[in-house]
């Protein structure tokens, strides 16, 4: 394991950051080269504690010269947003000084332009200056796992329809209860690699890209950082990195029978009905994640005016589906997000182009 460090220079004299990247080498030049990031979003560490175990497994296999394709793994993606601190709360999902959220605005270019990301860095300020980073590495590769999480949530993932179903080994490894389909539409992470890669050829775009893959991982919820889950996990990202024959594990390749094929629901984001609180209060949920729903069911009550009559106000399940997640705030506020359900109909409400809240 080689470790580097990029190293970013603050926007004020006397302050620089230090983004430490693992590398493991292959021995096979043909065989897919792959980058995993995680904690984009400082606070969100399920990805990070995985990564620290599936490190543990790749030392190992390179001691026994196991590791066929280039492996970087980048633990702690963020290091501007984990030294954020408000009033004594971690923000690590937006830039303080911006406010940009740091999963969105990287730059989207050709893979033919992959240097010009690293080239005058002096001209940006140090948040962007990451983003440039972290895209130049990922570019080196073929497959690019983000790994984030979200509040209160199932294991799922947003997956560009160029990837599917290609991608659903890694859905079935890492035991994922549903994938949204995204459009690649806006400037997160994951969909600025795609971007990439469907224009390299610039002009012209492709939109099938066999032997690639450009994934945003959702790692179940932010509080969801725990040992057996996180070895599970490297687990079953190991497993995914097996079969793709990224790294040699001949007991997997024995293996009977094969690792289960992924049965969960695929939807396009369209289908995602997102539950918004009508008033602000104090929220009480009667369903939980993972629950199926039908329409018409109660989801949740917000007491807007307590102790009032009619001071409270019920929401209920637009059409059938499963819930995906959930806030986990209790006061809400008009408009706020309180649940995302995967449903078999595109939901009637209008979004935003590109993935949802990753
Ligand atoms: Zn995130």
């Given at each position: 394991m080689d470790v580097s460090e990029i190293i970013i220079p603050g926007d004020t004299p006397g302050s620089e950051w230090r983004l430490p990247a693992l590398r493991f080498s292959g021995s096979d030049p043909k065989a897919p080269k792959t980058y995993i990031q995680a904690a984009l979003h400082a606070g969100e560490l399920p990805g990070t504690v995985l990564l620290h175990f599936l490190c543990e497994r790749l030392r190992q296999a390179e001691s026994e010269g196991r590791i066929a394709g280039d492996v970087t793994v980048v633990?702690?993606?963020?290091p501007i947003g984990a030294a954020q601190s408000h009033f004594g709360e971690l923000?690590?999902?937006?830039?303080?000084?911006?406010?940009?959220?740091?999963?969105?605005?990287f730059p989207l270019i050709s893979v033919a332009d992959r240097?010009?990301?690293?080239?005058?860095?002096?001209?940006?300020p140090a948040t962007d200056r990451l983003k440039r980073q972290l895209l130049h590495m990922a570019l080196g590769a073929d497959l690019v796992l983000d790994l984030h999480c979200d509040d209160e949530s199932l294991q799922y993932a947003y997956i560009d329809e160029a990837f599917w179903p290609e991608a659903a080994d890694l859905a079935a490894a890492l035991d994922m209860e549903a994938v949204l389909l995204s459009?690649?539409?806006?400037?997160a992470f994951e969909e600025a690699v795609g971007f990439a890669w469907k224009y390299e050829i610039p002009g012209e775009r492709q939109s099938r890209l066999p032997g690639k893959l450009s994934v945003t991982v959702e790692?179940?919820?932010?509080?969801?950082?725990d040992p057996a889950l996180a070895r599970k996990d490297a687990d079953g990202l190991w497993r995914f990195l097996a079969a793709r024959r990224i790294v040699n594990d001949e007991r997997m390749w024995d293996e009977k029978p094969s690792p289960a094929a992924f049965s969960g629901p695929a939807v396009p984001l369209d289908n995602v009905e997102i539950v918004r609180a009508p008033a602000g209060g104090a929220v009480l949920f009667h369903r939980k994640i993972g629950e199926r729903v039908a329409e018409g069911d109660l989801l949740a009550t917000i007491v807007?005016?307590?102790?009032?009559?009619?001071?409270s106000v019920d929401l209920h399940a637009p059409q059938d589906g499963l819930i995906l997640t959930r806030t986990s705030d209790r006061l809400v506020r008009r408009r706020g997000d309180l649940m995302k359900i995967v449903c078999d109909s595109p939901s009637k409400a209008s979004r935003k182009a590109g993935a949802l809240e990753n």
């Open positions: 633990p702690q993606a963020n923000q690590g999902r937006f830039d303080l000084g911006s406010r940009t959220n740091f999963n969105r605005d240097a010009t990301l690293v080239e005058d860095l002096d001209d940006y459009d690649g539409e806006s400037s790692l179940r919820g932010k509080r969801d950082v807007t005016r307590p102790g009032q009559p009619d001071g």
